[in-house]
């Protein structure tokens, strides 16, 4: 697993792993902080065919509902089952074991305009 | 503060004993008993006694009495629930509302014997048609999200009938969360557009997100951010020169009812809350009601039955085009009778005072309030008050879930939290018309403690409530260890 500083960040608060056909997408620590305790995930079955932009799925805390965008075009080859039983995982390492989903990308050319974690930490003020 | 709110009470299974009885139903004779019986599958029938409780009339009364004032509600404190506008309920529409001749009516009855409960629905209608400018008003949600699935079931029925082939509804993201399920729900696409540094719609992020799909933009205004969208006639004229029509969520109507009309801004469907608008005490769940208006180029569309005015008699009728029933008959009526009594008792001046004394009230507060809870869109707001701690949440690790959990302690009801989504660690306060200034002088003081709360003591924010019979709830354990099993007795219910 890559450390934070090499992945790439979406301004809707998600992540993607740099390198490879296969890559992981989660949420980051700003967006597991912001929704607080989460409790449930709403994850895609393998297969999937998504598009950049396009909601992929749902984490709920209780304060909200928060659909997650898929950063870039794929297929949904795997999903973090551990999440099932335990989506406080998100919480407690957002960039590791809360992983949501790994994505087959089809079009590695749409990560051009991803941001850097300093790019991205300098959105959200931080 | 209301005593009786913190005092903790047994289960009325609790007082139970042995053989005391309040009522004594007439016993069944034998045969009775038997042909009940035979009628009843073994495998149904109980095999114990049901464990009921067995109180006196006396104890059955004070029980229920103590619990009713139990209730956090607006008969008894403020209620600054923000997007949900708890206003007074003036008792005349009890009364009203309690007549007999509207009380006791079965829906079944012909409409030639309900002559008077159906003019009560016509009035109302024209009422509203004035209030929304627009040219026609179905009565038949029996709440908010139904007419905004009501008026989303119009717009389809509309681009279906024009083959305009448009299946996607632009929802800002300041919108209430029921916007996007009602288009979803109405077979719609669903585009989220991001507001702006203003807290209002960002007209360039919606003109990229305009199309030849785009079937309609679903728009709150005051939005939930408590601003008026300041472009709202661009915004009509670019979706309807884009070929889509114009969603009103009136959810947040009290701030302009009487002063400013959806239907001159343009919208071609508005639905409205009269449960929060025209009041109807609410917030235990209904019933409530959710009008839809709409232009005239979309009345054939309204849900049946409609009621109108044929001659000197009113009648049900089903529009040509309707989208059909919603419900098994024809609206919460109570809803509306009480309605009406709330319009004609205050007039078209009072209903004018109405968003005066709403919007006055909630910049009273938002600008009384102490430096903790920053304003994001500046000073001035319409019918409720935006405020967010953001730097407390990151300098002192004090969020705004535990500001509202100190509230309870200080007698108040919670603001809403943590919407809109798209301001973090954000309270959004409404007063509501009906409020005195010593009563928001006092929630401002009870504020104000707890900015100095903050500073000298913000444990006791950590660990609010503390003098509340229970103490702060684990709430993501309660999502997460779901056990929503029931048990009555031997009999389980699930």
């Given at each position: 697993m890559a450390s934070s500083s090499e992945?790439?960040?979406?301004?809707?608060?998600?992540?993607?792993?740099?390198?490879?056909?296969?890559?992981?997408?989660?949420?980051?620590?700003?967006?597991?902080?912001?929704?607080?305790?989460?409790?449930?995930?709403?994850?895609?079955?393998?297969?999937?065919?998504?598009?950049?932009?396009?909601?992929?799925?749902?984490?709920?805390?209780?304060?909200?509902?928060?659909?997650?965008?898929?950063?870039?075009?794929?297929?949904?080859?795997?999903?973090?089952?551990?999440?099932?039983?335990?989506?406080?995982?998100?919480?407690?390492?957002?960039?590791?074991?809360?992983?949501?989903?790994?994505?087959?990308?089809?079009?590695?050319?749409?990560?051009?305009?991803?941001?850097?974690?300093?790019?991205?930490?300098?959105?959200?003020g931080e | 503060m209301n005593g009786m709110l913190f005092e903790k009470l047994p289960l009325v299974n609790e007082i139970s004993s042995p053989g005391r009885r309040g009522v004594l139903p007439p016993s069944a004779d034998q045969s009775e008993r038997r042909a009940a019986r035979a009628k009843l599958p073994a495998n149904l029938r109980r095999k114990a006694a049901p464990a009921l409780p067995e109180v006196s009339e006396l104890d059955a009364m004070r029980h229920f009495t103590r619990l009713s004032q139990k209730n956090y509600s607006i008969d008894a404190q403020f209620y600054p629930l923000g997007s949900c506008t708890m206003k007074y309920n003036p008792r005349i529409n009890e009364k009203v509302a309690a007549m007999a001749g509207f009380a006791r009516l079965h829906p079944m009855q012909e409409s030639a014997d309900i002559q008077g409960s159906l003019r009560i629905f016509h009035d109302l209608q024209e009422i509203l048609k004035q209030v929304l400018g627009l040219g026609g008003v179905t009565l038949c949600p029996a709440a908010g999200a139904q007419g905004e699935f009501a008026g989303m079931a119009i717009i389809r029925a509309y681009h279906r009938d024009n083959n305009t082939g448009r299946d996607e509804v632009i929802i800002p993201d300041s919108a209430h969360g029921t916007n996007p399920a009602s288009a979803a729900f109405a077979g719609f696409k669903v585009r989220e557009v991001k507001s702006g540094a203003d807290g209002c719609v960002d007209l360039d992020a919606l003109r990229a997100a305009i199309n030849d799909k785009t079937a309609a933009i679903m728009l709150t205004n005051p939005n939930t951010c408590g601003l008026f969208e300041k472009d709202i006639k661009e915004i009509a004229r670019m979706i309807h020169a884009a070929g889509g029509l114009l969603y009103y969520d009136g959810a947040n109507l009290n701030a302009i009812v009487g002063r400013a009309r959806p239907g001159d801004m343009g919208f071609d469907v508005v639905h409205m809350n009269l449960h929060k608008t025209f009041s109807t005490p609410h917030g235990g769940g209904g019933p409530g009601a959710g009008p839809v208006g709409v232009a005239e180029r979309l009345i054939n569309y309204l849900p049946a039955p409609h009621v109108r005015k044929a001659g000197s008699k009113y009648e049900f009728y089903s529009p040509d085009r309707s989208i059909g029933k919603l419900l098994a008959f024809h609206a919460n009526a109570g809803v509306i009778v009480r309605a009406l009594s709330y319009a004609m008792s205050q007039g078209g001046t009072g209903l004018w005072d109405v968003a005066t004394y709403a919007t006055l009230n909630a910049n009273y507060v938002l600008n009384n309030l102490p430096a903790v809870f920053e304003r994001p869109f500046g000073n001035l707001c319409k019918h409720e008050a935006l405020v967010t701690v953001r730097r407390i949440s990151k300098e002192k690790d004090i969020k705004a879930f535990d500001i509202a959990k100190r509230l309870l302690d200080l007698g108040y009801h919670a603001p809403t939290i943590y919407f809109p989504l798209l301001v973090p660690e954000c309270l959004l306060i409404e007063p509501t018309e009906t409020e005195s200034k010593e009563t928001l002088d006092g929630f401002i003081a009870a504020m104000k403690q707890i900015a100095t709360e903050i500073e000298s003591t913000p444990d006791v924010l950590r660990n609010a409530p503390n003098e509340l019979p229970t103490g702060r709830m684990d709430e993501a354990a309660a999502a997460k260890a779901l056990n929503v099993c029931c048990q009555w007795g031997d009999v389980p219910m699930a």
């Amino acid at each position: 697993m890559a450390s934070s500083s090499e992945l790439l960040f979406t301004s809707s608060h998600e992540w993607l792993q740099p390198g490879g056909d296969v890559r992981r997408i989660g949420i980051t620590d700003h967006a597991q902080h912001l929704l607080g305790d989460i409790v449930y995930t709403d994850l895609p079955k393998p297969g999937k065919q998504v598009k950049k932009g396009e909601a992929i799925l749902v984490v709920e805390s209780p304060k909200a509902a928060a659909d997650v965008y898929a950063p870039v075009s794929g297929e949904v080859v795997e999903v973090n089952g551990a999440l099932e039983g335990e989506p406080s995982i998100i919480n407690q390492d957002p960039y590791g074991a809360g992983w949501l989903v790994a994505i087959r990308v089809s079009n590695p050319g749409e990560t051009s305009g991803m941001m850097s974690e300093a790019d991205y930490k300098k959105s959200i003020g931080e | 503060m209301n005593g009786m709110l913190f005092e903790k009470l047994p289960l009325v299974n609790e007082i139970s004993s042995p053989g005391r009885r309040g009522v004594l139903p007439p016993s069944a004779d034998q045969s009775e008993r038997r042909a009940a019986r035979a009628k009843l599958p073994a495998n149904l029938r109980r095999k114990a006694a049901p464990a009921l409780p067995e109180v006196s009339e006396l104890d059955a009364m004070r029980h229920f009495t103590r619990l009713s004032q139990k209730n956090y509600s607006i008969d008894a404190q403020f209620y600054p629930l923000g997007s949900c506008t708890m206003k007074y309920n003036p008792r005349i529409n009890e009364k009203v509302a309690a007549m007999a001749g509207f009380a006791r009516l079965h829906p079944m009855q012909e409409s030639a014997d309900i002559q008077g409960s159906l003019r009560i629905f016509h009035d109302l209608q024209e009422i509203l048609k004035q209030v929304l400018g627009l040219g026609g008003v179905t009565l038949c949600p029996a709440a908010g999200a139904q007419g905004e699935f009501a008026g989303m079931a119009i717009i389809r029925a509309y681009h279906r009938d024009n083959n305009t082939g448009r299946d996607e509804v632009i929802i800002p993201d300041s919108a209430h969360g029921t916007n996007p399920a009602s288009a979803a729900f109405a077979g719609f696409k669903v585009r989220e557009v991001k507001s702006g540094a203003d807290g209002c719609v960002d007209l360039d992020a919606l003109r990229a997100a305009i199309n030849d799909k785009t079937a309609a933009i679903m728009l709150t205004n005051p939005n939930t951010c408590g601003l008026f969208e300041k472009d709202i006639k661009e915004i009509a004229r670019m979706i309807h020169a884009a070929g889509g029509l114009l969603y009103y969520d009136g959810a947040n109507l009290n701030a302009i009812v009487g002063r400013a009309r959806p239907g001159d801004m343009g919208f071609d469907v508005v639905h409205m809350n009269l449960h929060k608008t025209f009041s109807t005490p609410h917030g235990g769940g209904g019933p409530g009601a959710g009008p839809v208006g709409v232009a005239e180029r979309l009345i054939n569309y309204l849900p049946a039955p409609h009621v109108r005015k044929a001659g000197s008699k009113y009648e049900f009728y089903s529009p040509d085009r309707s989208i059909g029933k919603l419900l098994a008959f024809h609206a919460n009526a109570g809803v509306i009778v009480r309605a009406l009594s709330y319009a004609m008792s205050q007039g078209g001046t009072g209903l004018w005072d109405v968003a005066t004394y709403a919007t006055l009230n909630a910049n009273y507060v938002l600008n009384n309030l102490p430096a903790v809870f920053e304003r994001p869109f500046g000073n001035l707001c319409k019918h409720e008050a935006l405020v967010t701690v953001r730097r407390i949440s990151k300098e002192k690790d004090i969020k705004a879930f535990d500001i509202a959990k100190r509230l309870l302690d200080l007698g108040y009801h919670a603001p809403t939290i943590y919407f809109p989504l798209l301001v973090p660690e954000c309270l959004l306060i409404e007063p509501t018309e009906t409020e005195s200034k010593e009563t928001l002088d006092g929630f401002i003081a009870a504020m104000k403690q707890i900015a100095t709360e903050i500073e000298s003591t913000p444990d006791v924010l950590r660990n609010a409530p503390n003098e509340l019979p229970t103490g702060r709830m684990d709430e993501a354990a309660a999502a997460k260890a779901l056990n929503v099993c029931c048990q009555w007795g031997d009999v389980p219910m699930a």
